[in-house]
């Protein structure tokens, strides 16, 4: 019996001296692909490097290419705390919160220094108050470029999609895309490939590193990039559960914070590099790349005018406003 409670003892003793700064392991998920370049998914890892080095008893798991969560599902899953962070393309989530469709709104960031400048302004404010009201938190901004591609023909004017069958990637391009004759199927960048390739989709619109990264030059007969005339912008910033970054420990928050920093510096730098390596992909591919004119611009931001941004400041709650902030930024 003595040597019982001597046991006993001896294990309480081992318990009290046991260390107590068990790791814990927050899941970071998204839709692009891993370890190909892409920055979207680079953007992540630098996160879960620097705060892995930065010894505060977290880790950060990377599941790319939509591994751990659809792209579809990632928002909910972040709001209601089963997932802990996510590179996302914020739009997606404009089907809970329609003011959301303000961040992919056709000719609303004419490029990437205009990207920054709105990063700082009201209407981002708004934005991520939104985000957070919802139960995520921005940790690190990202803007990115993106044009037209087609099985077809040149998408330069809004009369050379009529007809066509195009993935827009939220209301605002679908309700413009509509407005000027085509046909819209609703999916997000990750399954643009397949719907090509099995004729359910003529063209498509997306971002510079997912016509890449989704290797869309092999189904496609032409591209028009951005140029000067960028008509498509979309904000994908990396966000994280709030009840899940709440609960963290003050030094594991800094840590997150200073790592999303380094991240977002890295993705401002590489972002601008995009568009050339997209160029210089499709045309290596043979495919023909074409640039809007001012004209062209000019005409579909006719088309947006009278559908996407009359309907987004008619019926969405604040849009007005929301538009007005935003327009204010040059």
């Not at 003595?2 to 068990?22: D, E, G, N, R």
């Not at 692909?33 to 977290?58: F, H, K, S, T, Y």
């Not at 050379?160 to 046909?183: D, N």
Request: net charge neutral.
């Amino acid at each position: 019996m003595k040597s019982l409670f001597s046991i006993v003892a001896v294990a309480a003793v081992l318990a009290t001296a046991a260390p107590v700064s068990a790791q814990t392991t927050l899941r970071a998920s998204h839709q692009f692909p891993g370890g190909q370049g892409d920055p979207r998914d680079e953007m992540v890892q630098i996160i879960a490097r620097e705060v892995e080095a930065a010894n505060v008893g977290l880790k950060i798991q990377v599941f790319p290419s939509s591994s751990l969560y659809k792209a579809n599902e990632q928002w909910g899953a972040i709001t209601r705390g089963q997932l802990d962070m996510s590179a996302f393309p914020l739009d997606y989530a404009s089907g809970r919160v329609p003011q959301f469709s303000a961040t992919l709104m056709p000719g609303l960031v004419r490029n990437y220094d205009h990207a920054q400048r709105l990063n700082q302004s009201d209407f981002m404010k708004d934005i991520k108050a939104l985000v957070e009201e919802s139960g995520a938190v921005v940790i690190a901004d990202a803007w990115l470029a993106g044009g037209f591609a087609s099985k077809q023909t040149c998408i330069t004017s809004p009369d050379t999609i009529k007809g066509q069958v195009i993935r827009a990637a939220g209301p605002a391009f679908e309700q413009m895309l509509a407005a000027a004759g085509a046909s819209i199927s609703s999916m997000p960048s990750s399954e643009i490939y397949t719907a090509m390739q099995t004729g359910v989709l003529d063209a498509t619109n997306t971002s510079n590193d997912s016509f890449v990264s989704y290797r869309i030059y092999e189904q496609v007969k032409c591209l028009t990039a951005p140029g000067e005339n960028a008509l498509w912008f979309m904000y994908e910033p990396v966000i994280m559960s709030k009840k899940v970054y709440d609960g963290l420990k003050p030094e594991q928050q800094k840590a997150i914070l200073d790592a999303a920093k380094k991240a977002e510096d890295y993705f401002t730098a590489e972002s601008r590099k995009g568009e050339q390596k997209m160029v210089d992909t499709f045309t290596k591919a043979g495919v023909q790349v074409v640039t809007m004119s001012e004209a062209d611009f000019n005409a579909w931001m006719d088309v947006a005018k009278s559908s996407s941004y009359k309907n987004f400041a008619e019926k969405v709650k604040g849009g007005d406003e929301l538009l007005k902030k935003a327009l204010a930024v040059k």
